[in-house]
């Protein structure tokens, strides 16, 4: 590279991309609140937790949709290219993806009124609850990837999934295993909360691999999807 | 200085300070002054050219109104109301007739060899030098060259035994390379004004170098090369100088061939410069009518010539446009 | 259940180009394209001048290859290697090899001449020649010697520029009378009258405004199967949006002598070159990072 003094250039839009990235980190920790506080009311059943999930999630929608324009604005108005089109893109799909994953925090939080009924297997319950520890942790790896726009962490969301998906496996069997007059009843809500813990970890994932595009440009990553 | 609004004071006193400001500063006397001065000079050179041309018309009257045909059409005589401008009128067309056959087409070409072909080398600038310094040399220089060389030197092929050299051909040739110098260098300047994109467009599409300048450069020059043209050629109708030395007649002149007779080229011959100004110099009455008429006949050739450049010069601009 | 994330290696074809990628992430390939202009080793001075140095590009055919970079990288000047326009300019010099279909441009038996009747420009400021705009065309024909129904040469030409409708009931009108696009548009005329294989454009719609730059990059696209063209331009998003190879040159400062020379640093499909090149220098250029 030139020895010579080279000006920095385009200083609005620099500002502004270090702000889109700056919010987008936002609201992925107000995403995360709400996953601890789903953790919270998956626990304990607190009604006013519950109450909190919902209104933080409304926050959450607003961010997504303020985020979205602000990129569109964006697009429009700086023809940006190579890394910048490749970031306000990623920024676009990521905010999309924490928006989700508010989203299904919040179908857990719904369960709450059928909490007692999550109580009644003890084992159930435990592997429940270790399966939403594993997912918010790998949510927590996608948020610190973000955060410090790290290829090696969004790598590893990658492969993270292992021990959760046993996890899955013990509870699908679990759930074949219940008897008694409640059985159905218990097993539809803890297959909600499960499917809706595991999609979790999955958006996380795809939150790495949105990173990894923004990061090498390879266009293999584009690809990420929940199937 | 600042346009500067108070801002204690309310919006109405700020437009008014706002005007002001900008309507202060008296009228520019200085500048007035100067235009005066301008046109007065015009006005003094329009003074000086109108009294001489007033001056002319009115001397030369006579001889207009009383015997125009003759005047036109007689010969140098010693008597006033019998001598007339014909022979006079000959020696300069013949003059003319070799600054543009030799002079145009060797300026031009040299000019365009200097714009177009040559290298920027040391020595085309020092070519380029003494062309400009040959314009500026004056004009008796031309006439001691034309004295030794064509008159004396090569006697035998511009002039018939009994005229020794000092011959129409003499003069034709001298005039010619007088004016040489002139037609390279307005031809130069022409030339390189045609814009480098206009050359470009034409080697792009494949155009040899000849063909670029001849569908191109000189038709885009055109205008320019004319002037310098015509410049030259009423450069050449006036010089007197040379044609003293090269031995334009003064007195009588024997011989009253036909305009086109090509043998009176090596045979003694007059022009209009030498005859205005003998008849200027003759004390003898009715001389001076004759040469103010003269002058007249050469003026109106000064103008008709211009005109015409001013003609070919516009029908060739409108053709670049 | 995991995301299936494809991690597939492109297939490694030497002689395939990339062309995008289909829906499952796989590189698409299209068949080798023939080269038209192969410069190896390119460097072009101008006196004692170094202003371009060590270029080495490929130029195919029927094909759009933009020229980018910032001023004085000599993007124009290596253009202008491709038809010989570097002559006129008495200390140019050239070094290295520029060859056409394999015969080199500067060898000594080669008649510039009649590399510009086959390699046509259009250059940055719209030039037509003061004359009419019929002769305007047919100049380029008629001094190649071009046999033929010449009414036919320059309507088929006009045609092709795009500006036919606009001028047929005043072919006898000047050049000049024209507004700035139809000019560009008649040089381009000129320029495909000699129906030439390349056309090599410098900054062409620099002078225009947005819609007759519009129109100009449309006829590109539209004009491409007939003739390879090589571009340079300012435009970043004009090579975005028109070209399929970019190549990108910048200056490097001469120490000793305190001036700047070009050099090419990187060639690449258009895609690649602004969604994630390669050079560190491209990305700074592209994005206007740095000036």
């Known amino acids: 590279m030139d020895a010579q003094a080279i000006e920095p250039l385009r200083h609005g839009f620099r500002e502004e991309l270090d702000q889109l990235r700056l919010q987008v980190e936002l609201m992925g920790v107000r995403v995360d609140e709400n996953l601890e506080r789903m953790r919270e009311n998956l626990r304990s059943g607190d009604r006013a937790v519950a109450e909190a999930a919902f209104a933080a999630d409304n926050e959450i929608d607003a961010m997504n949709v303020s985020l979205t324009e602000r990129c569109y604005l964006l697009l429009g108005r700086e023809s940006p290219v190579a890394s910048d089109l490749r970031f306000i893109v990623s920024v676009l799909r990521i905010v999309s993806e924490l928006e989700r994953v508010g989203d299904l925090a919040l179908r857990v939080v719904k369960l709450s009124p059928k909490h007692e009924l999550l109580l009644r297997s003890e084992v159930l319950f435990d592997i429940l609850v270790t399966v939403a520890d594993e997912a918010v942790d790998i949510y927590r790896i996608a948020l610190r990837a973000w955060s410090a726009q790290d290829l090696g962490l969004a790598t590893d969301l990658a492969t993270q999934n292992r021990n959760l998906d046993l996890y899955y496996e013990r509870l699908m069997s679990e759930l074949k295993r219940l008897d008694g007059p409640d059985a159905v009843r218990i097993a539809m809500a803890a297959f909600t909360a499960g499917r809706a813990l595991e999609r979790i970890a999955d958006h996380s994932a795809i939150i790495g691999a949105r990173l990894r595009y923004l990061i090498t440009g390879e266009p293999a990553h584009l690809a990420a999807e929940v199937r | ?321 | ?291």
């Not at chain 2, 001598?83 to 070409?109: D, H, K, M, R």
């Not at chain 2, 002139?182 to 130069?188: C, M, P």
Request: with cysteine.
């Open chain 2, 1 to 321: 200085m600042a346009l500067t609004t108070p801002a204690t004071v309310g919006p109405r006193a700020a437009e008014r300070s706002v005007a002001d400001q900008l309507t202060k500063g008296g009228a520019d006397w200085l500048g007035g002054t100067f235009l005066v001065l301008l046109i007065a000079s015009l006005g003094f050179c329009v003074l000086v050219l109108v009294t001489l041309m007033v001056d002319v018309i009115g001397t030369s009257a006579p001889v207009f109104s009383e015997r125009f045909v003759d005047f036109m059409t007689g010969t140098l005589r010693t008597r006033a109301d019998e001598a007339g401008l014909y022979q006079g009128l000959v020696g300069s067309f013949w003059i003319c007739v070799f600054v543009v056959v030799l002079a145009f087409p060797l300026g031009i070409g040299a000019a365009l060899y200097l714009e177009e072909y040559a290298p920027d080398t040391r020595f085309s600038r020092f070519v380029n030098v003494n062309i400009r310094n040959l314009a500026g040399v004056p004009s008796i220089v031309y006439g001691i060259l034309g004295f030794t060389i064509f008159t004396k030197a090569l006697r035998s092929f511009t002039s018939t035994g009994r005229a020794n050299g000092l011959t129409v051909m003499s003069a034709g040739l001298t005039l010619a390379i007088l004016v040489l110098p002139i037609v390279i260098i307005t031809a130069s300047e022409a030339v390189r004004a045609v814009p480098d994109s206009l050359r470009e467009a034409g080697y792009g599409v494949g155009a040899t170098r000849w063909e670029v300048i001849r569908s191109h450069v000189l038709p885009y020059a055109a205008p320019g090369i004319i002037t310098g043209l015509i410049l030259s050629l009423a450069r050449a109708l006036g010089e007197a100088a040379p044609l003293i030395l090269v031995g334009a007649t003064t007195g009588r002149l024997a011989g009253d061939p036909s305009l086109l007779d090509l043998g009176q080229l090596r045979e003694r011959f007059t022009a209009l410069p030498i005859v205005v100004t003998e008849w200027a110099k003759n004390p003898n009455e009715g001389f001076d009518e004759l040469a103010a008429a003269a002058i007249v006949v050469m003026l109106v050739i000064v103008v008709i010539a211009n005109t015409a450049a001013i003609l070919l010069r516009n029908r060739y601009e409108k053709k670049r446009t």
């Open chain 3, 1 to 291: 259940m995991s995301v299936p994330i494809n991690l597939t290696e492109p297939a490694a074809v030497d002689e395939s180009v990339s062309v995008g990628h289909d829906a499952e992430g796989e590189p698409r390939r299209a068949p080798a394209a023939e080269v038209v202009f192969a410069v190896a080793d390119l460097s072009v001075y101008y006196g004692d001048f170094r202003a371009v140095r060590d270029v080495n590009v490929e130029i195919n055919r029927h094909e759009i290859t933009a020229f980018i970079g910032p001023s004085g990288c000599g993007k124009t000047t290596v253009l202008r290697c491709f038809n010989r326009m570097n002559d006129l300019i008495p200390t140019a010099r050239v070094e290295g090899k520029v060859t056409y279909h394999g015969v080199d441009l500067y060898d000594r038996e080669v008649n510039p001449v009649e590399v510009r009747r086959r390699i046509g420009m259009v250059f940055q400021k719209p030039n037509p020649f003061p004359k009419s705009i019929y002769e305007n065309v047919a100049y380029g024909p008629k001094v190649a010697g071009v046999k033929g129904n010449m009414d036919d040469i320059v309507e088929r030409a006009l045609h092709g520029a795009g500006l036919w409708d606009e001028v047929k009931s005043r072919l006898k009108a000047s050049g000049i009378g024209l507004s700035g696009g139809q000019q560009q548009r008649l040089c381009i005329a000129r320029a495909i009258a000699t129906d030439p294989e390349v056309l090599l454009m410098d900054e062409p719609c620099s002078a225009l405004d947005p819609i007759a730059t519009a129109r100009i990059e449309d006829l590109m696209q539209e004009i491409k199967d007939q003739y390879t063209i090589v571009i340079v331009t300012h435009n970043m998003q004009q090579a975005a949006r028109v070209s399929d190879r970019t190549a990108f040159f910048t200056t490097e400062v001469n120490p000793e002598s305190d001036t700047r020379t070009g050099l090419l640093v990187e060639v690449d499909s258009t895609d690649k070159m602004f969604s994630n090149p390669s050079d560190d220098r491209t990305e700074n250029y592209v994005t206007g990072r740095f000036g």
